[in-house]
């Protein structure tokens, strides 16, 4: 047992899932559809090029659920995950939307999940609402001011405003355009790794 509160922050896609879109893109043949917001940081911008072409290509949200139920997880996420939760508390922040989320966040056994909600009508994706403009930041400084000690992992440049906000942040598998622009931070490339950086941060904690 820990004898002072920890929370551990993690981003889902690429971190314990495939990316929905990069998998939605192979499913249709839409190249355009793989980029990321390790492509295009902005993701306002990345998520209004995305709507425009489920637009024009004529594709709807269950079509996009059809491709997500048939995901797995990442192989080896699940396992961390569990060994995880024996150890301290753990949230998803994901700038994923609760629509595609069900299926991977079930196969994960309903750990807390934070994301977006999608505007849909008639089964078109028409806009997306944003939970709170960098909501995982400020999940993170809100859990601090809580008095948490914030660990925190993720992927992305829409991960590293959480990473440098948490009393400890990881990259993992991170691109090395993004671990070049942000060279402070610590990475990890296996679940064991990312594993042994968290013990170590609750050593830290503890002592």
Request: charged letters at 25%; aromatic letters at 10%; hydrophobic letters at 40%.
């Amino acid at each position: 047992m820990f004898s002072k509160q920890s929370v551990v922050t993690l981003d889902m896609e690429g971190v314990l899932t495939p990316e929905i879109w990069i998998e939605f893109a192979k499913k249709t043949g839409i190249e355009e559809l793989r980029l990321t917001t390790r492509d295009i940081p902005d993701y306002d911008v990345l998520m209004q090029g995305r709507l425009k072409i489920l637009n024009r290509e004529n594709l709807t949200l269950s079509a996009i659920q059809d491709v997500i139920a048939s995901l797995s997880l990442l192989d080896g996420a699940k396992d961390f995950l569990d060994k995880l939760r024996r150890d301290t508390q753990v949230i998803i922040l994901s700038d994923t939307f609760q629509e595609f989320a069900y299926p991977l966040i079930e196969k994960m056994d309903f750990p807390t999940l934070f994301c977006h909600n999608l505007v849909v009508e008639n089964d078109r994706i028409v806009s997306y609402k944003i939970r709170k403009a960098g909501h995982k930041k400020l999940t993170v400084a809100h859990l601090r001011a809580l008095n948490f000690n914030v660990f925190a992992a993720g992927d992305s440049y829409n991960d590293t405003g959480m990473l440098l906000e948490a009393n400890k942040g990881i990259l993992f598998r991170a691109p090395k355009t993004v671990q070049t622009e942000f060279p402070k931070l610590e990475t990890a490339e296996t679940y064991g790794d990312l594993y042994r950086h968290f013990q170590a941060f609750q050593d830290s904690i503890e002592n």
